[in-house]
Nanobody, 128 residues
Framework: QVQLVESGGGLVQAGGSLRLSCSASGRTASRNAMGWFRQAPGKEREFVAAISWNGRNTVNSASVKGRFTISRDNAKNTVHLQMNSLKPEDTAVYYC?????????????????????WGQGTQVTVSS
């Protein structure tokens, strides 16, 4: 079992920045890929960014490329999402997810079904 807890969400003006954190406890996720997804009201959950187990490979969605950066600190079992130049359309609940079933996998998962564990989410609201 892996427990994921997100933090760092809040209200920010357009153009501002926020840094989300995801803390993993229980069975360690240090050898598993991690990802961030988001879900806006009335919309499906969508991929935002993901990082390989060793941090060497990252993938961002087209909508956040150049503005968001995912990173991880395996010593602290933590994954971060640095969000810059925020836009009102970034408003959503942001979820952290872990691909626990596949250990030290090659590649970076970008689909919801590839992730086994999810956090409860943290709200990000960007005002115009």
């Amino acid at each position: 079992q892996v427990q994921l807890v997100e933090s760092g969400g809040g209200l920010v003006q357009a153009g501002g920045s926020l840094r989300l954190s995801c803390s993993a406890s229980g069975r360690t996720a240090s050898r598993n890929a991690m990802g961030w997804f988001r879900q806006a009201p009335g919309k499906e959950r969508e991929f935002v960014a993901a990082i390989s187990w060793n941090g060497r490979n990252t993938v961002n969605s087209a909508s956040v490329k150049g503005r968001f950066t995912i990173s991880r600190d395996n010593a602290k079992n933590t994954v971060h999402l640095q969000m810059n130049s925020l836009k009102p359309e970034d408003t959503a609940v942001y979820y952290c997810a872990a691909d626990v079933a596949r250990v030290a996998r090659v590649g970076v998962p970008t689909h919801l079904y590839e992730y086994d564990y999810w956090g409860q989410g943290t709200q990000v609201t960007v005002s115009s």
